[in-house]
């Protein structure tokens, strides 16, 4: 648990403190043996054995002395055992990173922002609930088509993780694109003095990591740090997210939507079950899209990228042919077909804004039955109960046939996706699944030819 909370040690008690039987919260998550997970396993193991060394020297001498005090002792050491490994394994972890880590960082960070603040590449940054893996592969086949682009990979959006992409790079890069990651107020202010952005992308603002933040409205000011840093430098704006939205001037030319953005205007869209395609004109410029991504709400991100490579100098041949090769990324609307099923993993999406369009997407392709499959948000909040009674009423919507099927995950969100699908009368058939691994593991099984089935959210083992 502790390395599925990436060793952050107020998440770790967090959960060790909710976790009604721990003996059953690892049902999917394995460890993974870095150096650090063996010491922290080598310390573990040590403790059980001093513990239980003590235990036996304690029932020892309660057999061959007088007091019922031994045997009491014995007793409380090996009930304590599991609270006793839980917490001291904190006290090793709290001091690497006091005495190794966080100097060792410090010194990483310090180098990356010498090399970013000389490194003569445009820099784009990105921030939001969520969005920004999507926004970033966008750009990055887009811009790469016309010229050299390094994006940060994967979720590496935290200061330590940009700075060890930083140490990647050659200098010869004409543009940089980079993931900003928020988890507490602050944060965004911190990784823009970091890589100095020269634009920026702000993608939405959702309920997404509410435990931390409590309220939306400090969401929505940590991610406008991007704003507020950047000035009168250019910010393009996700003009369909309300709070977005709300925030940004409604004369923005940089707010973007499917309509366009900036003068682009959108036409002609076809939303298929294996592309999205449509036509962006602005004055005498025409560029037909054609891209690999699922869903209507691709297609401002897209019209965005358009508009940005168009002012970095790409031509339409050079745009069209970089948004040919944007596709599905890992675990995000990807397709697969399984016995004459299309079942599309949606599982790294974490947002109701996510679970909106992924059923837009659902209910607009054709289908012989529709089956949606989800364990529930993280993160929500406060808003937990709201949220999902709410995405149950977008189920709902878009599952409108008595051959359609729901099914959940058991946990403590199910209740609220239930009442959600009740409240707005659901018209197909809802399983609850109790074993998740298993359920996944034999999806085959379940599918059959002509199903569409949208697999959503994930809930890991560190939220049971």
């Given at each position: 648990m502790l390395q599925a909370t990436e060793y952050d040690l107020g998440d770790y008690l967090a959960w060790f403190?909710?976790?009604?039987?721990?003996?059953?919260?690892?049902?999917?998550?394995?460890?993974?043996?870095?150096?650090?997970?063996?010491?922290?396993?080598?310390?573990?193991?040590?403790?059980?054995?001093?513990?239980?060394?003590?235990?036996?020297?304690?029932?020892?001498?309660?057999?061959?002395?007088?007091?019922?005090?031994?045997?009491?002792?014995?007793?409380?050491?090996?009930?304590?055992?599991?609270?006793?490994?839980?917490?001291?394994?904190?006290i090793p972890l709290w001091l690497g990173e006091q005495i190794v880590q966080k100097p060792r960082a410090k010194a990483i960070i310090a180098r990356a922002a010498t090399t970013l603040a000389n490194h003569p590449a445009r820099r784009i940054a990105i921030a939001g609930s969520y969005g920004k893996t999507t926004a970033k592969e966008i750009l990055l086949s887009v811009l790469s088509a016309g010229r050299t682009v390094a994006a940060t990979p994967g979720n590496m959006n935290t200061p330590l993780g940009i700075s060890r992409f930083a140490s990647r790079l050659t200098g010869k890069e004409d543009i940089l694109i980079l993931e900003l990651g928020e988890y507490y107020p602050g944060d965004i202010r911190e990784l823009c003095e970091l890589t100095k952005p020269h634009l920026g992308v702000i993608t939405g603002i959702n309920e997404a990591h509410l435990s931390k933040f409590k309220t939306l409205e400090a969401t929505t000011a940590t991610i406008f740090e991007l704003a507020d840093y950047l000035g009168e430098a250019p910010v393009y704006k996700n003009g369909e997210n309300a709070l977005v939205a709300a925030r940004a001037r409604s004369d923005d030319p940089l707010l973007y939507t499917r309509a366009g953005v900036n003068g682009w205007k959108v036409s002609a869209i076809e939303i298929a079950i294996d592309h999205t395609s449509f036509t962006a004109r602005r004055g005498s410029t025409t560029i037909r899209a054609r891209s690999g991504l699922l869903g209507a709400h691709n297609l401002g991100p897209l019209v965005a990228a358009i508009d940005i490579a168009t002012e970095l100098g790409l031509t339409p041949t050079q745009?069209?042919?970089?948004?040919?090769?944007?596709?599905?990324?890992?675990?995000?609307?990807?397709?697969?077909?399984?016995?004459?099923?299309?079942?599309?993993?949606?599982?790294?999406?974490?947002?109701?804004?996510?679970?909106?369009?992924?059923?837009?997407?659902?209910?607009?392709?054709?289908?012989?039955?529709?089956?949606?499959?989800?364990?529930?948000?993280?993160?929500?909040?406060?808003?937990?109960?709201?949220?999902?009674?709410?995405?149950?009423?977008?189920i709902a919507a878009a599952l409108t046939s008595p051959t359609d099927l729901v099914v959940l995950m058991r946990n403590t969100t199910t209740p609220h996706v239930e009442k959600g699908l009740q409240e707005a009368k659901f018209a197909g058939r809802l399983q609850i699944v109790d074993d998740p691994l298993k359920f996944y593991s034999n999806l085959e099984q379940f599918v059959a030819a002509g199903d569409v089935v949208l697999m959503q959210n994930d809930w890991t083992d560190n939220y049971s």
């Open positions: 403190h909710r976790a009604p039987n721990i003996a059953h919260v690892e049902r999917r998550g394995h460890l993974v043996l870095t150096a650090k997970a063996r010491l922290l396993l080598g310390l573990a193991w040590f403790i059980v054995a001093t513990s239980l060394v003590s235990a036996l020297g304690a029932a020892l001498r309660g057999l061959t002395g007088s007091g019922l005090a031994w045997f009491l002792l014995t007793a409380a050491i090996l009930a304590l055992l599991p609270l006793l490994a839980a917490y001291l394994l904190a745009i069209e042919a970089g948004l040919a090769d944007t596709k599905p990324y890992e675990h995000r609307m990807q397709p697969r077909l399984q016995h004459g099923a299309t079942i599309v993993d949606d599982t790294y999406n974490g947002n109701v804004d996510g679970v909106r369009a992924g059923l837009d997407w659902l209910a607009a392709v054709p289908a012989t039955r529709r089956v949606y499959i989800t364990p529930g948000l993280v993160e929500q909040g406060n808003r937990t109960a709201q949220v999902h009674e709410a995405i149950g009423g977008l």
